[in-house]
């Protein structure tokens, strides 16, 4: 009784937290990508990088401008890794090999924080500083500024322009991420992570043994980790150890921080369309769905067949932190899944067929509930306008969404979007089945082991990054086929969604009619919960029952 109370009162905090926080940071954000005014440390920034930040841009020179940016970024990323032991703090770290980089490069470049390595025993001090956590500002800064570039061809009409992603970039950063990732480091710090510059460190155990524990500045990455749906942890048991989350309380701030910015979005959206009721519809998607996810996973861990120690120690305890038990690891896996985070603060290879499943078909929704910083708005947009182009087939009218006609050219992108990720799931998980040597990475046989490579390619290609960790990935090949699918899984994407940006921004609004379907009321939440849900089941069921509806079945 007294975990289910406190179960509940975790959840109605962080729902509550998030009420707080939706209309203040949402409006800031908008602020942000709508002002002409430039601050100083901006105007710095540009004149550095040679930048005219009042100088609009086309869809296609924006999308080179992500291109362009993220490939520096992964050359360095993957060249300061080879590189290590010549550099300052590398605590005597040999250098990364090279496919590993490579992975690795890929993985924080996109966002996707996948991690085929141990941190503490792999990464210096200052390749986890200049290196993995300046991408991870980046990588989330980027998210947003492709969906403020979608956004904006809503808003505007007869242009090409959608915006300049130097400065949507260089505000995001300054603005956003930098300040409020300050403040709460202070606020993990004072509860308890830890943030010094220490090496390994020999101490003592209760029980007299010898073991080395690595310091290093914890607080600050854990920070952005969350803020900017990253997910990758300075040591290799993430947000289960302690020196990274190490009460009740810092485990409830990192959920709130993983969700705050993307719950935030849709006020941001509906501020800039100038209906911010359009903003609580999408809202209202993302909410049920999360509800749903976190009740669910919570459900099986609670209640599935399991052995009688496990349902006395308050449900399946396995791989799950005694310190925060099955309601805190539930809540947590559910947000973290449905948000491009890979951050976990338990083993999701023990969670149940049921749980397990859920987790991963809340990344095969496009983690759109309410999804990564950036990516999870623009992603459920695209599928809002998919709805309403099914609307208007039901009913025989051309579709509009804001003002704007969904005509043949604005659904080809919008199907190639929907219909990417799951092909390079797809591909990439029947290619490793049916490659023997990458079938013996698998820790477990059958329907499980099917799983934990299931579940490997769909975080990669959905920029997640948490792992069924039962699957043993750091080979060439899985190094290799995984950083090729978060590249393509998160810039292929990114290609659809500006090429939309650029048409919608080319037409002419056209007005409102007893005929338009209203996309701020309730029928809309249900009919694009509705798109998602049946979407998502036709493509990957078939996959879903080889792997967790078979392991349920089994058991």
């Known amino acids: 009784m007294n975990d289910t109370l406190a179960g509940w009162l975790q959840a109605l905090a962080l729902m509550a937290a998030l009420t707080l926080s939706h209309r203040p940071l949402g409006d800031h954000i908008a602020r942000c990508l709508t002002t002409s005014r430039h601050l100083r440390p901006e105007r710095v920034v540009y004149r550095a990088g040679g930048v005219n930040p009042d100088a609009d841009q086309t869809w296609a020179a924006y999308l080179r401008g992500v291109l362009a940016f993220s490939l520096v970024s992964m050359l360095f990323l993957y060249g300061f890794q080879r590189l290590q032991d010549h550099l300052l703090l590398s605590l005597d770290m ?6 590993l980089a490579f992975d690795t490069a890929a993985s924080f470049v996109t966002n996707t924080n996948w991690q085929s390595y141990s941190g503490e025993s792999t990464m210096g001090h200052l390749v ?3 290196g993995l956590a300046v991408q991870n500002f980046v990588s989330a800064a980027v998210g947003i500024a492709v969906v403020a570039a979608l956004i904006r061809g809503f808003t505007r009409e007869r242009t090409s322009q959608v915006g300049n992603f130097w400065a949507d970039l260089t505000r995001i950063v300054l603005r956003v991420l930098l300040p409020i990732a300050f403040v709460f480091a202070i606020a993990l710090l004072a509860a308890g992570v830890v943030q010094n510059l220490h090496g390994v460190q020999a101490v003592t155990t209760i029980a007299g043994d010898h073991q080395s524990i690595t310091g290093g500045p914890v607080a600050s990455q854990e920070a952005i980790k969350e803020l900017g749906t990253n997910g990758g942890g300075f040591y290799n048991a993430n947000s289960a150890h302690p020196f990274e ?8 701030l990192e959920i709130y921080l993983l969700l705050v910015i993307s719950c935030s979005l849709p006020r941001t959206f509906g501020t800039m369309v100038g209906d911010r009721r359009q903003g609580y519809a999408v809202l209202a998607v993302m909410g049920v769905i999360w509800v749903a996810s976190v009740a669910a996973v919570t459900a ?5 067949v399991s052995s009688s120690a496990g349902h006395a120690a308050g449900g399946m305890m396995e791989g799950k932190e005694q310190r925060f038990g099955v309601w805190a690891s539930a809540l947590f896996a559910a947000s973290t899944t449905l948000t491009s985070c890979g951050a976990v603060n338990s083993f999701h290879d023990s969670y149940t067929p049921g749980g397990g499943g859920l987790l991963i ?10 999804g990564g910083t950036g990516s999870g708005l623009y992603g459920i947009l695209v599928l809002a306008i998919f709805a309403v182009f099914m609307a ?6 051309t579709p509009e969404f804001l003002g704007k006609k969904i005509r043949s050219r604005e659904m080809k992108f919008a199907s190639l979007y ?6 390079i799931v797809l591909i990439g998980a029947g290619v490793a089945m049916a490659l023997p040597g990458e079938r013996a990475a698998m820790a477990n046989p059958g329907p499980h082991g099917f799983s934990e490579v299931l579940y490997a390619f769909t975080s990669a290609a959905n920029n997640n990054g948490s792992a069924f960790a039962g699957l043993r990935a750091d080979t060439v090949w899985y190094n290799t086929a995984l950083g090729l699918t978060m590249l393509f899984g998160r810039f292929l994407p990114m290609v659809f969604v500006l090429a939309l940006a650029g048409t919608l921004a080319g037409q002419r609004p056209v007005p409102v009619t007893a005929g338009t379907l209203p996309t701020h009321r309730p029928l809309f939440v249900g009919l694009l919960t509705g798109v998602i849900l049946v979407v998502v089941g036709l493509t990957f069921f078939p996959a879903l029952a080889l792997g967790p509806l078979a392991e349920g079945l089994h058991r």
């Open 418 to 423: 929907i219909l990417a990720t799951p092909v």
């Open 94 to 99: 040999k250098p990364v090999p090279a496919d």
């Open 361 to 370: 078909f809340n990344m095969m929704l496009g983690e759109i509930a309410p």
């Open 300 to 304: 099986n861990e609670l209640h599935s």
């Open 392 to 397: 208007g087939l039901m009913v025989g009218r």
């Open 128 to 130: 986890q500083m200049a």
């Open 245 to 252: 989350n190490p009460t009740a309380f810092t485990d409830l």
